[in-house]
């Protein structure tokens, strides 16, 4: 079974634990305790790397400001460019909804 399908599944009962929640501290709590300092990190300046990429800062800039690798940052790009378009539209959505 490729990688991809194995985590169908995987991704299912995450959506499904993330959307029981409450926006806000329930949330919040769960995420303190579910993931480490390190994974919590990770995740954010994947995010910012989206939202770089989105605003049309260069890998290098990224790179300097984020203190990630270039290959992350080509990853990021790829998936931007050639990802799944209903992906880069939710991107999108959450950065339009995010103040500042």
Known sequence: MPQQNKMVPLVKELADILG?????????MFLHGLL????????????????????????????????????KIARGS?????????????VRKIKRQKPG
């Open 20 to 28: 029981s929640l409450e926006k806000g501290p329930e949330l919040e």
């Open 78 to 90: 790829r998936l931007i460019k050639y990802g799944d378009e209903k992906f880069v539209n939710i």
């Open 36 to 71: 480490t300092p390190s994974e919590i990190e990770e995740i954010i300046n994947r995010w910012h790397l989206l939202c770089a990429l989105e605003e049309g800062e260069t890998h290098r800039q990224i790179s300097a400001r984020l203190g990630v690798s270039l290959g």
